[in-house]
């Protein structure tokens, strides 16, 4: 029963173009969202994150985007570039856990 | 200059035996965590430690258990190995258990891959 699900496994986008990875989620508890991405042999690092209290957060290249009623988020990036291809895992957390749940990744590939 | 590093990075051994994996930050952090990373990819938490004091610990077999010997350490030991432990464990650490509340402040290891056969 996972409560945060990420469809896509897999992505590849050309340099330059838009990537959006999507993110499900079924706890409406969860009131704190964030995007990991990870390198092969490397931990996971911090992205961009967003509190349920908006709907909408942008740090450059990188916007997320929380739509409560479809509990759906997704992550935009843009313009791509081949730096970015890595496995982008979303989490989320309810106000009373202490703990975050992940998705399973996806994984994106920018091409050159 | 590694803030949160674990060792060994492979680790491949036979079912039945009984193995630690050693997790260690310099961030000054007071919170700890052990993630496990499945054949499906989903990482998922298993314990967290604040300041030596266990505060998570999900639904994980008795084999698993976790020591901290300090807030700077926190190492995993699991005893009689089963195929089905193979996996990747990542640690982690943070400011504070409530600083998930924001979320932005838990810093992974780059994982440890261990291998049962």
């Known amino acids: 029963d996972q409560q945060v699900k990420q469809n896509s496994p897999s992505l590849s986008v050309q340099e330059g173009r838009i990537s959006i990875l999507n993110c499900d989620y079924t706890?409406?508890?969860?009131?704190?969202f964030l995007w990991y991405k990870k390198y092969p042999a490397e931990g996971p690092t911090f992205l961009i994150s967003?509190?349920?209290?908006?709907d909408k957060n942008e740090d450059g290249r990188f916007t997320v985007f929380l739509n409560k009623s479809a509990k759906h988020l997704s992550l935009h990036i843009v313009p791509s570039q081949p730096g970015d291809s890595a496995v982008y895992f979303c989490?989320?957390?309810?106000?009373?856990?202490?703990?975050?749940?992940f998705g399973s990744g996806t994984q994106l590939t920018v091409l050159p | 200059d590694t803030a949160v590093s674990q060792t060994p990075k492979y680790l491949v051994t036979q079912m039945g035996n009984d193995k630690s994996i050693k997790c260690e930050q310099n961030?000054?952090?007071?919170?700890m965590y052990w993630y496990k990373q499945d054949s499906k990819k989903f990482l998922k938490i298993m314990f967290s430690?604040?300041?030596?004091?266990?505060?998570i610990n999900e639904t994980v077999p008795n084999r698993f258990s976790p020591k901290s010997p300090d807030k700077a350490h926190l190492n995993l030991h699991i005893n009689s190995l089963e195929l089905g432990d193979s996996a990747v464990y990542f640690c982690?650490?943070?400011?504070?258990?409530?600083?998930?509340?924001?979320?932005?402040?838990?810093?992974f290891g780059e994982g440890s891959w261990l291998t049962v056969v």
């Open positions: 982690a650490s943070s400011q504070g258990a409530e600083s998930l509340y924001s979320g932005n402040t838990i810093y």
């Open positions: 706890n409406s508890m969860f009131d704190y």
């Open positions: 967003i509190s349920s209290i908006k």
């Open positions: 989490a989320a957390r309810t106000g009373s856990a202490r703990q975050l749940t």
């Open positions: 961030l000054g952090h007071d919170t």
């Open positions: 430690y604040n300041n030596k004091e266990l505060i």
